[in-house]
């Protein structure tokens, strides 16, 4: 079946300006995920959201980052007034509920800020 | 807080050998544990995990991990190295809340 697709898979930006980026998961799964990776700090946890519960932002690295999910099923990562430590592949991930449950990663969306 | 360490950025095997790369973790609580795998300008893909009972456990690939709680450690084996399997893999560690940590990632280059 179809996996965690995420668009745009590449996206420059001028410092400063405002990007979305888009994440739609696998079918039935309740728990959705926003990952980064970056040469200097890895893979970072940003924003977990399980079902219809409050999201887990305890890894947004400031508030110039905010997350939505609608109906359960697609989310949007927003980055405000992105600077150049922005730049990094954004991960989303699924999974069928949680934290015993293999999470599934789309292909990433690759951010860099000029 | 929860973290993972990989101690070892890079683990050469030629083809045919046995290959373990390393994992050791710290978590408060019982740990749910994974290892991923990232192939060049691919995604992370799910190779096991750990969750309860057994402590070996065998996943995708021919891939194999032991979990070992005395020690936290958390091995990835694999009996026999292809050169397919050159790739970078991640350990990652569930504790108390519902995201992964993840350790910093070990290159595995395996030579025909």
């Known amino acids: 079946g179809a996996g965690v697709s995420q668009s745009p898979s590449n996206k420059v930006t001028e410092k400063g300006k405002d990007v979305e980026l888009r994440c739609d998961p696998i079918?039935?799964?309740?728990?959705l995920y926003w990952y980064r990776q970056s040469l200097g700090q890895g893979l970072e946890f940003l924003i977990y959201?399980?079902?219809?519960?409050?999201?887990?932002k305890s890894g947004l690295p400031s508030d110039r980052f905010s997350a939505e999910r609608t109906g359960g099923s697609v989310s949007t990562l927003t980055i405000q007034r992105t600077q150049q430590e922005d730049s990094a592949v954004y991960l989303c991930?699924?999974?069928?509920?949680?934290?015993?449950?293999?999470?599934?990663f789309g292909p990433g969306t690759r951010l860099t800020v000029t | 807080a929860q973290s993972v360490a990989q101690p070892e950025d890079q683990v050469n095997v030629a083809e045919g050998n046995p290959l373990t790369v390393k994992c050791t973790y710290s978590?408060?609580?019982?740990?749910?544990l994974f290892w991923y795998v990232q192939y060049p300008n691919r995604g992370l893909q799910f190779l096991l995990k750990?969750?309860?009972?057994?402590?070996l456990v065998k996943g995708s690939y021919g891939f194999e991990a032991e979990f070992n709680k005395s020690q936290t450690s958390f091995h990835l084996k694999k009996p026999s190295a292809l050169v397919s399997d050159s790739a970078l893999y991640f350990c990652?560690?569930?504790?108390?809340?519902?995201?992964?940590?993840f350790g910093g990632g070990t290159r595995l280059m395996v030579k025909p």
């Open positions: 991930a699924s999974s069928l509920y949680s934290k015993s449950y293999e999470q599934y």
């Open positions: 959201f399980q079902g219809n519960s409050a999201p887990d």
């Open positions: 990652a560690v569930v504790g108390a809340g519902n995201m992964l940590t």
């Open positions: 978590v408060s609580g019982n740990p749910y």
């Open positions: 079918s039935g799964h309740t728990a």
């Open positions: 750990y969750i309860t009972g057994d402590n």
